[in-house]
């Protein structure tokens, strides 16, 4: 499973790479408004940082299919071709994904609530499809059960298709689909840092330290000796 940030701040992105095994960068409109700025100037910085092959993940607002297909022009002229052009899965957006897939555009199927949802934009030819976890649990429905039936479905019919799992809210949601395979998880710098937030293992750490530093000394580490 690719482990993929869920922001759109560029310090904040950066330092998640220092930390972390990131392998691309989502965006979506909500999170763009929150940096405030021009969304290219924000996304042409998130690009020049993570390199010109790396996943990046631009989302059209556009509300007919003709208008997404321009929109998703113009980001891959601004941000490059390997950028991926998210879509919501509605109907004008299904057209669209028909359309963007004839020309080799690399598409993630967005705001997916359903297994058919996710089923027709990968028969429309998405790259990833992104059931919205957390989103679903909320309105009373199971989000990792969806993710993990995309998964199935995509398996099953022969699509290439893979599920680009969003919207979580905890780390037992990362680790079920984890668990699973699935082909992706995008995931907020807070919810990753959530991944390995755990008191035993600072202890555990801490203890080490405290019997080393009886050996050798205070501050002294295996440079020292
Ligand atoms: O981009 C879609 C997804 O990341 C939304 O997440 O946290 O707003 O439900 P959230």
Redesign the pocket.
Known sequence: MKLIV?FANLDRIKEMYAYYPIDGV???P??LAKEGKNPYEVLKAIRKFIGKDAELHV?VVSKDAESMVREAHKIQQELGPSTYV?VPVSREGLKAIKALAAEGTNITA??VYTQMQAYLAGKAGASYA?P?V??IDNIGADGIKVAKDIHDIFKKNDLKTEVLA????NSQQVLELAKYGVGAA?V?PDVIEGLIKLDAVDCAIKAFTKDFEKLCGEGKTMLDC
Do not use: L
């Open positions: 869920d989502t965006t979506n909500s999170i989302q998210k967005t705001a992104a919205y957390n989103r969003a919207s979580f809210k995008t907020a």
